[in-house]
């Protein structure tokens, strides 16, 4: 069997944000360094960012970065890392410096000052608009590639890694195969980052590549998963593929039930419209199960001066707003009113880590939203921030361990693993995608997704698990395309399962978990949920890891989710 052999010093699996950044960070501290990106996707394709606004939170004056924080430990409902936090914030203004150096325009206003978006009604987090909307994360992609092609950092695409190599516990390497071809390959590393995106769904918002593989990868290898409680839900137009309502709802937008009404006022007469997407879709599955459905979206409200943020001017954006206008449905978003949904997208679980993204596997790093950062509340710029910043500091990790880290080369038994990995090519079986939309019936409902409850969440977790038993071992695939669809398939199952299990396991509301069996939050619970692999994989350990407020310097004095009232 003909297996290509790469050896390198560090490996990058990922080459969205945060695989790019730290490619960019560990080729600038260790210039003679063997640096290798590779990717399931194409090459350099960017990941998420490449469809991205490029809209970025960063800390600028007047604001400051304590200012910032506490911010978020209101926002996060306390469950906020304060250590992290704070390390993201301070690198943010640089981060932000360094897109302008390699070419990225932010928005300015006539007088030369930055325009600036104001989020989910927090006194001080705001966003900074990308120039050109539709382009922003393009062009962002298109400036980091240019700066690893100056540094001759390799870059690999449509390799699908399936399996770390280790060695007495540390990770030094990576076994996959070409999605295209079917070829079999080894990478050898001295460090390995994890930049792989988040669990998801593989819905219009979500996307099709946000799977979580690596995080079952890496849960096998040892390493810890926190916050899997926490899925992305959030509001989508029913026909046609969107974003950019985290700009819109501070700009007037606002969504309506069928009387016409603006519910969120009822369930937030403080915040109103101008909240959380999931605290929305709390209120939207409210309104819809009380016969109040279907919800649409009110743009008329918005200043005509502001459309220009919000029109867009190129990308995949503009190709469906174009299609929906002028070519096909003559629907015009900014002046018909469009019925919207929730639509469950991402998880925000992943492998626990440090701010420098070492996980508790020696040789793995996690960098970007492979790792868990955010309680399920998500505000607009936050990920492209927070990926930049995590990528550069995993980066920077990754360039220190090459001096300490024992250089170690894997036993493993190729041949045993390859043919395990390709024994679904050709066989007759079921397809990856009806195995996902049978997750996908099972996870969605709103009783498991929205409003969860201890019998919806249990049903599902019986389902789940045969699904796991029975379903993912009869997946066939018929070419090494399907079979990457296979593997993504088999970990979108993983990811469910541990979402639906630590959703059981949080008894109570906090931030972007809603239990509605148990409405208010626990004083006692404010810690993070966190699991680890008990001898098999049905039988994760979790355990709650206290939020450790005598080390760090603000107390919880406030909590978002009390500006809500969602009894009926
Ligand atoms: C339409 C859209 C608009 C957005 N707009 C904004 C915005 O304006 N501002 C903002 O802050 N955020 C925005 N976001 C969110 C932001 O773009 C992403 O959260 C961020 O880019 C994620 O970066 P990442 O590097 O962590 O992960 P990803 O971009 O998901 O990258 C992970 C990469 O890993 C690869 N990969 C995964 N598993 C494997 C494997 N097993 N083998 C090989 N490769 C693998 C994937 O193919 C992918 O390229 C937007 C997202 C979308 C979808």
Known sequence: M?????????????????????????????????????????????????????????????????????????????????????????RSRDRLADYERFGCEFFRMEDGKRKFVRQRGLDHVKLYPAQLKGRGGELMVKNLVSQLKQRKVQRLGRIML????????????????????GESYRFDARVVIAATGMGGWKTSYGKNTPTGETMQMAW????????????????MP????????????????????????????????????N?????????????????????????????????ILLRPQNGWQKLNYDKLSALGLGLDLFRD?????????????????????????????????????EPGV?????????????????????????????????ECDEERHFASTFAPLGREGLTPKEVLTRIQSVVFP?????????????????????????????????????LLKLIETKAVAFVSEMYVRASLERRETRAGHYREDYPTRNENDLAWLCLKRNGSDTDPEFYRVPVPLDEYRFPVTRYYQDNFNFSE
């Not at 096998?220 to 509001?235: K, P, S, T, Y």
């Not at 997704?449 to 018929?478: F, T």
């Open 238 to 273: 029913r026909l046609f593929g969107w974003e950019g309502q985290t700009v819109l709802m501070p700009l007037g937008a606002r969504f309506v039930n069928r009387n016409g009404e603006s519910f969120m006022e009822r369930y937030s007469p403080v915040l109103g419209a």
């Open 275 to 307: 909240t959380d997407p999931h605290y929305t879709t709390i209120a939207m599955a409210m309104e819809i199960r009380a016969g109040r459905g279907p919800i649409t979206f009110d743009l008329s409200r918005i200043k005509q001066e502001n459309l």
């Open 162 to 181: 399936t399996e770390f190599l280790q060695q007495d516990g540390q990770v030094c390497g990576a076994l996959g195969f070409d999605a295209i071809t």
């Open 378 to 410: 998500y505000a607009g710029g936050f990920a492209l921030m927070s990926t930049s910043v995590l990528g550069h500091m995993a980066g920077e990790k990754a360039a220190e361990l090459l001096q300490s880290l024992p250089r170690v080369t894997a």
């Open 446 to 482: 709103y009783d498991v997704s929205i409003l969860k409850n201890e019998q919806a969440l249990s049903r599902a977790l019986k389902e789940l698990v045969r699904i796991r038993e029975e379903d993912v071992p009869a997946m066939a695939a018929a070419d090494p395309h399907y």
């Open 220 to 235: 096998e290898a040892g390493a810890v998963l926190q916050d899997m409680e926490f899925a992305r839900v959030w509001n």
């Open 2 to 90: 003909k297996i290509n052999r790469i050896a390198t010093d560090i490996l990058i699996i990922g080459t969205g944000s945060a695989g790019l950044w730290a490619g960019y960070r560990a080729s600038e501290l260790a210039p003679e360094a063997q640096i290798t990106l590779v990717d399931k996707g194409p090459r350099d394709w960017g990941g998420l960012m490449t469809m991205a606004g490029g809209d970025f939170e960063a800390v600028l004056d007047p604001d400051t970065v304590d200012q910032w924080i506490q911010d978020f430990v209101y926002y996060f409902d306390g469950l906020c890392d304060q250590k992290l936090m704070e390390e993201i914030l301070t």
């Open 337 to 373: 009113s469009t019925e919207w949904v929730p639509q469950m997208t991402v998880s925000y679980g992943g492998m626990q880590a440090t701010a420098w993204g070492e996980t508790a596997v020696p040789g793995l790093l996690a960098a970007g939203t492979a790792r868990a950062t």
